[in-house]
């Protein structure tokens, strides 16, 4: 079974700063079955990326995914106040069929 | 626009069982595998069950099979889960989502397009 492993766990950055969100899998996987999402309480998953580094339709392109093999990247280049949340990583697999990482905390500095 | 809306939480005893629903409109629901994902308090996403858009094939997480059992009916757009032997550790907001699949050349992509906004389970005594 292949275990996502996010860091940093929480990220305390201010409105307009960059953040870097890390995923790293525990072998490597197809970079075409790795998604992030946004979550916030009360809220439904927000699709995110899809296939490491494809924009969802609408997503600002403040928002960015990279990486390949055990390493990937989520990087919001100057973030917004709606940009504070929950943030996953996610992989198509076999057994079982997803995975997500624990999930990293973009939290207001 | 592709919506999905989770129904029938609520409270239940250890043991019982509990069924939830998910209703999808703006899609050709036979067309896509939809999952259950849940969130346990304070804790982060967690993949459940997934089925193919025939229902042919249902796939479970280790920590619910032999228990849950997921279904749909196409013909009224909508998903199931039969939750059964409910444990303390099943309490969390269960959402419902789109299973979305992508061939691009020789690429494949797979990802959760659409969710639901949850519906939340309690099992306690």
């Known amino acids: 079974e292949i275990v996502l492993t996010q860091s940093p766990g929480t990220l305390s950055l201010s409105p307009g700063e960059r953040a870097t969100l890390s995923c790293r899998a525990s072998?490597?996987?197809?970079?075409?079955?790795l998604a992030w999402y946004q979550h916030k309480p009360g809220q439904a998953p927000r699709l995110l990326i899809y296939?490491?580094?494809s924009r969802a339709t609408g997503l600002p392109d403040r928002f960015s995914g990279s990486g390949s093999g055990t390493d990937f990247t989520l990087t919001i280049s100057r973030l917004e106040p709606e940009d504070f949340a929950v943030y996953y990583c996610q992989q198509y697999g076999t057994s079982p069929r997803w995975t997500f990482g624990q999930g990293t905390k973009v939290e207001i500095k | 626009e592709v919506q999905l809306l989770e129904s029938g939480g609520g409270l239940e005893q250890p043991g019982r069982s509990l069924r939830l629903s998910c209703a999808a409109s703006?899609?050709?629901?036979?067309?896509?595998?939809m999952s259950w994902v849940r969130q346990a308090p304070g804790k982060g996403l967690e993949w459940v069950s997934g089925i193919s858009g025939s229902g042919g094939g249902t796939f479970y997480a280790d920590s619910v099979k032999g228990r849950f059992t997921i279904s749909r009916d196409n013909s009224r757009n909508t998903l199931s889960l039969q939750m059964n032997s409910l444990r303390g550790e099943d309490t969390a907001i269960y959402y419902c989502?789109?299973?979305?699949?992508?061939?691009?050349?020789?690429?494949?992509?797979?990802?959760?397009?659409?969710w639901g906004k949850g519906t939340t389970v309690t099992v306690s005594s």
């Open positions: 703006g899609l050709s629901f036979s067309n896509y595998a």
């Open positions: 989502a789109k299973e979305a699949y992508r061939g691009v050349g020789p690429t494949d992509y797979y990802y959760m397009d659409v």
């Open positions: 296939g490491a580094s």
């Open positions: 072998e490597s996987i197809r970079s075409s079955y």
